[in-house]
């Protein structure tokens, strides 16, 4: 593996799911990081990612360099040739081959800013890391996915699941503010690649991406696609189509008990964080149901495998 920017990046998921399993059974690389350095850049706030990712590398006896770049860096200029006559101080040839000298892998995290698909779907500020580093870059929540999110979520279906082949259920869910659409677009990712009966609702207007979605069926009927399903991942995100606006904020499509009771006793999964009684109901969160603290806690070992396959790459 050469950087972790998207699910094309995993040569075998199964194996590396098997390797964040291992690794959470037990530590068996723990020496492997020793004497290298993760550089971490923060262009947006982040509990999990940030936390468990640093607990990953440190598991690997790696040294972590964390760094706000919206506040504490200098505000980077990203198109090739520009007069840098304004408010752009630094421009990403320079800043991206120092963080090089520095770090053994940097790891990024830059959301979409959902006012125009074309520069969001172009992921400048990811790909310009992978351009010019010298060194492997991880997408930790980009403009259009969250791989080590999907990994995880994969790895905690795979844990969990107790039938061969789990019927898995992405479901839309209110939300007050508009989200990008990167962890559904990573989770429909994963959920093709493992052996699950996956299916995705959201209301009409609510479609993802049709290149991510691929032959996935769509049902606009919340109530249909949850019937008998093991696994419910909720999530809001804005749309697609009418790109990043709020179309609805209809809260019969909040995920309750009464949705619950139309499932297979599902276990419920939420990246976090999750807004109470906006997407899910407090009688799920605090339900035996819901398994989104397990879900967080396996953000460690996905980022650990990851980060082990990028330390000691295969020959
Ligand atoms: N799920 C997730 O990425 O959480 P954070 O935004 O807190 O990192």
Redesign the pocket.
Same mark, same amino acid.
């Given at each position: 593996m050469e950087n972790y920017i998207s699910i094309s990046d995993i040569d075998d998921l199964q194996e590396l799911i098997a390797e964040a399993l291992q690794l959470k059974k037990d530590n068996t690389a723990a020496n492997l990081g020793k004497g290298k350095t993760l550089g971490m850049l923060f262009f947006n706030?982040? /509990?999990?990612?940030?936390l468990s990712t640093e607990k990953a590398a440190k598991l690997l006896g790696m040294d972590v360099m964390v760094m706000n770049a919206d506040k504490d860096g200098w505000a980077l200029e990203f198109e090739d040739g520009a007069i840098m006559n304004s408010d752009k101080a630094e421009h990403i040839k320079e800043a991206a081959a120092v963080l090089s000298q520095y770090c053994d892998i940097i790891a990024v995290r830059a959301f979409p800013g959902l006012k125009d698909r074309e520069k969001d779907q172009a992921e400048i500020v990811m790909n310009s890391f992978r351009k010019y580093a010298s060194v492997p870059v991880i997408n930790l929540?980009s403009a259009t996915g969250?791989p080590l999110?999907g990994l995880t979520d994969a790895i905690t279906i795979m844990e969990l699941q107790q039938v061969k082949k789990p019927k898995v259920v992405l479901t839309w869910a209110p939300h007050p503010r508009a989200l990008p659409q990167s962890?559904p677009n990573s989770f429909v990712e994963f959920m093709q690649n493992i052996d699950v009966e996956f299916i995705i609702t959201n209301p009409e207007g609510y479609d993802l991406d049709p290149q991510i979605v691929k032959n996935t069926t769509v049902v606009h009927d919340q109530d249909t696609a949850l019937k008998d399903a093991d696994f419910v991942y909720v999530k809001n995100w804005s749309s697609f189509n009418d790109y990043g606006k709020i179309l609805t904020e209809d809260k019969s499509w909040t995920f309750s008990g009464d949705k619950l009771e139309l499932t297979n006793n599902a276990k419920v999964m939420h990246? /976090?964080?999750v807004r109470r009684n906006v997407v899910i109901n407090d009688e799920v969160l605090d339900s035996e149901n819901a398994v989104v603290i397990h879900q967080?806690n396996n953000?460690t070992f996905a980022a650990q495998a990851v980060l082990q396959r990028l330390l000691a790459p295969s020959p």
């Open positions: 706030p982040s /509990l999990r990612t940030r929540e969250h999110q962890v990246c /976090l964080p967080a953000r």
